[in-house]
């Protein structure tokens, strides 16, 4: 084991684990200084630590005090002992100390004080304890000691010193410990716990026999983890012990004390106990390994974290301490003491002192990097509290974890953590970007370099990105990796001028496909508001783009000079262009369009639908006669606004059948359109829906003529004719003899028809004649009705009340149906009287 040069770091060789790759939950660090020269000379005893100092007693009965690194505080050490010092106590405040020795001497020494006693007790002292309270005024300055009995020592109201006896006959008192109002101490039976403000035991806990074990032989070790909780560590043996207040059942008997000893847990270990602590709620434990090495020496002590529950116990963690001269040393020679609200531990061995603690976040943090674990280091950093870590920062772990990473080729990883431990810090994106610049390897980091305007950094850096993608593109490394940035970068990051010279140059010495490069030049074109040349770009590429980029920038007054290139490009982004909010005039593209039927039936098609005021219908009969005959039948339908004589010519032309007979309808010559649709359509049920449409009579002989040479035709017609005319004007026009195909079911059907429109005849003129009779009644009946005139009626010529009450001035009056009066006097002479006046006003000539 090699020593630290200094005490202050932790040493790596005072402690192994158990496992290589666990890590450490203790550090640990040598005390050297002025220390170091006493046990050269000298040879540790006892200890006894406090948050201020330590008091270290040694073989030849000396007491050093020293601070925390070793170093003496003291001028001269305190030689009051002649032979070794058994047991150091020191009060809870660190102003007194006591000691004793089988010298037979207690000797207690105020450190700030002259107060001094050296008291002869006159017989072996093993033990002593000081009242952690010694410091206080009027605390009776009270000490135990212990040899083959258990002393009191305290002054009384004068200042004499008085003596009291706690115990006696158990044996040899061989250890001991106070905490505030609870003393326990070890004897040859067990430990003994005592009230020392009630006077009286609250129990023993006895050891058990153990077959070729001494007792005597092992050291006991006792400490008080809080106020109320003991614990013991006796040869392989761990007891935790709490003191509770009795039940009030429990205190029926006024002889017992108000609180008693309860064990909670008790356990034994795989080594011998050389001391024990506690460690917030797991133990500390100095093990001594019960066996020795081939030549028969004490193997390396260990140190061990458990975590106890009920009578059993689980080792957390556990390191064996690389000691000066352990191999000479027993299980006694060991010490631990601890400053447990600091979870500092001190491990004592004759000729050498190592102080363990916890791992704090920066030891673990350490321990991590140099195992090279960065990625738990980062962790661990970013969940810490900030006041917890002092010594590191996410920016320093981070940066070692990327050098690690690009040692080790790992470069998207390493992208990545630039953006988690940079964030948006532009000095350090531009100090460590250069490093994947050196590997030619900026493209793993170019995902996470800030872009934000506040957080930009040097247009230097993005170009060198965009330069390695648009080298590497080309060797096949990447795929669209330089067009892709262009696309999302916002150009003020780079020189849009320097980055297009560099594609400029790239397409002229690639051999590779260069239609990425010219896409990536357009955009760049557009960047630097050169649209000609864009567009000139997209077109020479013929890449779709190009409409995008016009409704962008809203270039439709150049549309119509690359119209045709456009259409050839993509015809319908194109038509829908033209047609949005009506940006290009219509007749400029009719015009542009001309010479390119194809392209002109694609326009024209899309904005009738758009525009279907009637502009352009002629032209686009003639293309649906050309490229989509399907439509052509449902436009001559639906529109009003082509030249009939035109479309009748063009469709006579291209022998369109079904599309002539309705423009022969539509012009009236249905004759001619019914022999195309019995001559060329040879469609019957055509034919008779037509002449039934127009319900001619010329037209059904006309239908019969057509027909009256084809038996199957007159069959049809013997089927279906029969709803719609008199059968017989057909049956009197077929030849006598002729061959009929299924005459009689035909005729059958025809009779059956006829009679069944003679019998809807009959019933509806039933049905009229009952109506016309009733209606006739009902105004009879209605007319025959008196019609009352009342006081409150006037004469609608003159405004006057109609019925006068002086007979002289009486008059005839003249009332209709409508309930408009008359004076009759009032009426023109050459009035109508049948008809009302108002209702049907007499019109001047």
Same mark, same amino acid.
């Given at each position: 084991?090699?020593e ?5 770091s ?10 290589d790759?666990d ?6 660090v040598r005390?050297?200084n002025?220390l170091?020269n006493i ?7 006892? %200890? ?7 008091c270290?007693?040694?073989?030849? *009965?000396?007491?050093h ?6 170093n ?14 058994n047991?150091i106590s020191i ?15 207690v ?7 002259k107060?001094?006693?050296l008291?002869? %007790?006159?017989?072996?002292v093993? /033990?002593?304890a000081?009242?952690?309270?010694? $410091? ?9 000691t212990?040899?083959?009995?258990? /002393?009191?020592?305290?002054k009384t ?13 158990e ?5 001991l ?5 609870f ?13 020392i403000? +009630? ?9 058990? =026999? ?18 109320r /909780?003991?614990l #013991?560590?006796?040869?392989d043996m ?8 009795r039940s009030? !059942?429990?205190l ?5 004390s ?5 064990? %909670?847990s ?17 133990? #500390?434990?100095?093990?001594f390994p ?10 390396h002590?260990e140190l061990?974290?458990?975590?106890y ?6 080792? &957390? $963690?556990?390191d064996?301490?690389?000691?000066? *001269? ?16 600091? !979870? ?10 190592v ?5 704090d ?11 090279q674990k960065?990625?738990? +280091? ?6 810490a ?8 920062t ?7 974890y990327?050098?690690h990473?690009l ?8 992208g990545?953590?630039?953006y988690?431990i940079f964030?948006?810090?532009k ?16 493209r ?11 957080n930009?950094? =040097? ?5 060198m ?6 080298v590497?593109?080309s060797q ?10 262009? @696309? ?14 560099a594609?400029?140059e ?7 496909d260069?239609? &990425?490069?010219?896409?990536?030049l357009?955009i760049?074109?557009?960047?630097? @508001?050169?649209?000609?040349k ?5 077109? @020479? ?18 549309v ?12 319908e ?6 047609l949005?909010?009506n940006?290009?005039?219509?007749d ?6 001309? !010479?390119h039927?194809?392209h002109?039936?694609?326009?024209l ?19 649906? +006669? &050309?490229?989509?005959? =399907? ?5 001559l ?10 479309a009748?010519?063009?469709c006579?032309k +291209? ?5 002539m ?14 022999g ?7 469609d ?7 002449c ?15 027909? #009256? ?11 279906n ?5 008199d ?14 195909? =299924?005459?009689k ?5 025809m ?5 069944l429109?003679?019998?809807?005849k ?7 004649t009952?109506?016309?009779f009733e ?5 009879v009946?209605?007319q ?19 019925i006068?009450?002086?007979?002289n ?16 006097k009032?009426l ?5 009287? /049948? ?11």
């Open positions: 084991m090699s630290p040069s200094t005490n202050e932790p040493s790596n060789d005072l402690a192994s684990p158990d496992e790759d890590e450490p939950k203790l550090k640990y005390i050297s002025d170091h046990l050269l000379n000298d040879a540790a005893k006892c %200890i006894a630590v406090h948050p201020k100092f330590i270290l007693g040694t073989d030849w *009965g000396v007491i005090i020293l601070d925390h690194q070793g003496s505080i003291k001028e001269n050490e305190l030689r009051v002992h002649t032979v070794a010092v047991q009060d809870s405040k660190g102003d007194h100390i006591a000691s004793c020795s089988d010298d037979g001497k000797f207690i020494h105020g450190l700030y004080s107060e001094n006693q008291i002869n %007790i006159g017989r072996l093993k /033990t002593i000081l009242d952690p309270q010694y $410091y206080k005024p009027g605390s009776n300055k009270r000490f135990i212990g040899d083959d009995k258990l /002393t009191l020592h305290e109201f004068l200042g004499r010193s008085k003596s009291t006896v706690l115990c006696l006959s044996g040899l008192v061989r250890s410990a106070w905490g505030e109002n003393i326990a101490w070890s004897s040859d039976i067990g430990v003994r716990v005592y009230d403000n +009630a006077r009286c035991s609250l129990g023993l806990i006895k050891w058990e =026999d153990r077959p070729g074990i001494s007792i005597k032989k092992f050291k006991c070790n006792l400490r008080w983890a809080d106020n /909780t003991l #013991i560590g006796w040869v761990v007891r935790i012990c709490i003191i509770r207040k009030t !059942n429990e029926g008997n006024r002889e017992l108000e609180y008693l000893v309860d064990p %909670i008790a356990f034994r270990t795989e080594f011998y106990i050389s001391g024990i602590a506690p460690l917030n709620h797991q133990l #500390i434990l100095l093990g019960k066996e020795l090495d081939e030549n028969q020496r004490s193997l002590p061990h974290i458990v975590k529950k009920d009578n059993d116990y689980t080792e &957390i $963690y556990a064996s301490l690389s000691l000066r *001269g352990y191999q000479q040393y027993n299980v006694n020679d060991y010490h631990l003491d601890a400053l447990i609200e600091e !979870n500092r531990f001190f491990i004592v061995a004759p000729k050498d002192i102080v363990a603690s916890l791992f976040v920066d030891d673990r943090i350490q321990w991590l990097m140099e195992q960065f990625k738990d +280091a980062l962790n661990v950093i970013l969940d509290n900030k006041n917890e870590v002092k010594r590191f996410k920016e320093v772990v981070g940066i070692a990327l050098d990473l040692e080790k080729s790992d470069y998207k990883s390493a990545q953590l630039c988690k964030g948006q810090n000095k350090l994106w531009e100090e460590e970007i250069f490093k994947f610049a050196t590997v030619h390897q900026l793993a980091v170019s995902a996470y370099i800030p872009q934000s305007p506040e930009r950094l =040097d247009k230097q850096i993005y170009e990105v965009l330069y390695e993608y648009l590497l593109d096949g490394f990447l795929n669209l990796g330089f067009l892709n940035l262009v @696309k999302e970068w916002d150009p003020s990051l780079y020189n849009i001028y320097a980055v297009t010279n594609v400029l790239h397409i002229i010495v690639t051999d590779t260069k239609l &990425i490069y010219f896409e990536a357009a760049l074109y557009s960047h630097d @508001k050169k649209y000609d864009c567009l000139a770009t997209y077109l @020479k590429m013929k890449h779709k783009d190009v409409f995008n980029f016009i409704r962008k920038h809203k270039l439709y007054g150049v119509c000079d690359m119209l045709i290139e456009l259409m050839n490009l993509d015809h982004q194109a038509v829908t262009l033209l949005e909010k940006n290009i005039n219509s400029i593209v009719v015009d542009k369009l001309k !010479n039927e194809l002109l039936y694609r326009y098609d899309a904005y009738v639908k758009k525009n279907p005021s009637g502009q352009y219908h002629g032209h686009l009969v003639k293309l649906y +006669a &050309i490229y989509d005959r =399907d439509k052509l039948l449902p436009f339908n639906k529109s009003d606004h082509y030249p009939i004589q035109e009748l010519d063009i006579r +291209a022998k369109f059948y079904p599309e007979v309705h423009l022969l309808d539509r012009i009236g010559d249905t004759k001619e359109a019914l195309l649709i019995m001559n060329e359509l040879k019957m049920q055509k034919a008779i829906l037509f039934q449409e127009h319900n001619d009579a010329d037209l059904w002989n006309d239908l019969i003529q057509h027909s #009256i040479n084809k038996p199957e035709c007159i069959t049809f017609l013997l089927r004719i029969g709803n719609y005319i059968p017989t004007i057909l049956i009197n026009k077929i030849k006598t003899g002729e061959n009929i195909p =299924d005459l079911n035909s005729l059958v059907k009779l059956c028809d006829y009679s429109q003679v019998a809807i009959e019933g509806c003129k039933k049905i009229l009952a109506d016309y209606l006739h009644n009902r105004l009946a209605r025959q009705k008196g019609i009352h005139i009342s006081d409150e009626m006037v004469c609608c010529a003159c405004h006057r009340q109609v006068i009450q002086d007979i001035r009486m008059h005839d009056i003249i009332v209709y149906y409508c309930k408009h009066s008359f004076h009759k009032c023109p002479d050459n009035h109508d009287f /049948t008809n009302c006046a108002i209702c049907y006003p007499v019109k001047k000539k």
